[in-house]
């Protein structure tokens, strides 16, 4: 069995996956680990997944993270999380953080090992709005003049959830699914800026436009200038996907090669339906952040 590849464009980021992953996963899996780790995104249109067939595509790329957020997880099914603008009984049913979230990040770093990879696949898709950006944080690395990596080769900054709940609080008039459950309390982590991949010993960036609260060493003013230098030039068009969700799409994506954030919709008009999957890094590549 042959996966079929078409290249999202000539850059190497993102690639689209013609094939029936509700029947042939097992079958393609160690092709599907490769073709993400060549291409960091995958884009699989047209799918019919049950949410066992959805742990079962997620666990080609590895072992499903199972530690979720109790409050959006989807019962008997260890592994899913919901994501919703939807509301039943006055209560959301998925995470949702407010109809304009705009983040830069990678799924995680507020813990002290990343997500390996991310799955998302969309049951109910807005008519506008909603698209999710990536950005190709391994291109954006090399991108850098020499002397801009020589300076951040050995730095790291420190990601704290409750810095990305106060600003998503703050961005979005009190609604943020990181300032409260059981994620609340996690103590702030220490991740270096260039990520060498445990893998395919690329580097790329690892930032984020509200879970970072500062560079060690560096000033908060001095911090805020550096990380906003970085993720404008990482977030610049030629590093960026922007994935206009269909009904059935499976986005995935490699997180220790790329940033995402989520684009404004607005919940009164369009409704939103995802199911999210994640891949834990392997006990032995937690060393390879530096």
């Excluded at 984020?208 to 230098?229: E, F, K, P």
């Amino acid at each position: 069995m042959s996966l079929s590849l078409r290249p999202l464009d000539d850059s190497g980021f993102g690639a689209v996956v013609d094939c029936n992953l509700a029947t042939e996963a097992e079958g393609l899996a160690p092709q599907l680990a490769r073709a993400l780790h060549q291409h960091r995104l995958l884009v699989v249109p047209r799918q019919h997944l049950t949410h066992a067939d959805l742990l079962t595509v997620a666990s080609c790329f590895g072992t499903v993270d199972t530690s979720i957020d109790r409050r959006y997880a989807v019962g008997g099914f260890p592994g899913l999380t919901v994501i919703s603008n939807i509301v039943e009984d006055g209560e959301y049913v998925g995470i949702y953080d407010g109809d304009d979230e705009e983040e830069w990040h990678a799924d995680n770093s507020f813990k002290p090992q990343l997500t390996a990879v991310t799955l998302l696949y969309s049951v109910i898709t807005p008519e506008e709005g909603g698209e999710t950006r990536f950005a190709d944080a391994t291109r954006a690395y090399t991108g850098l003049p020499p002397a801009a990596r020589q300076r951040i080769e050995k730095m790291r900054a420190v990601h704290s959830i409750q810095q990305l709940g106060a600003l998503q609080s703050q961005a979005s008039g009190g609604q943020s699914s990181a300032a409260a459950g059981s994620l609340a309390g996690q103590p702030e982590v220490e991740h270096p800026l260039v990520l060498t991949h445990p893998v395919t010993g690329a580097r790329s960036l690892l930032l984020g436009s509200m879970v970072i609260r500062c560079v060690t060493g560096l000033s908060d003013q001095d911090s805020r200038a550096l990380i906003d230098d970085l993720l404008e030039h990482t977030t610049r068009a030629p590093y960026l996907y922007s994935h206009r969700w269909s009904q059935g799409d499976l986005v995935v994506w490699d997180n220790l090669a790329t940033l995402h954030t989520a684009s404004p919709c607005d919940s009164s008009r369009h409704p939103r339906l995802l199911y999210r999957a994640a891949v834990r890094q392997h006990a032995a590549s937690r060393g390879s952040e530096g």
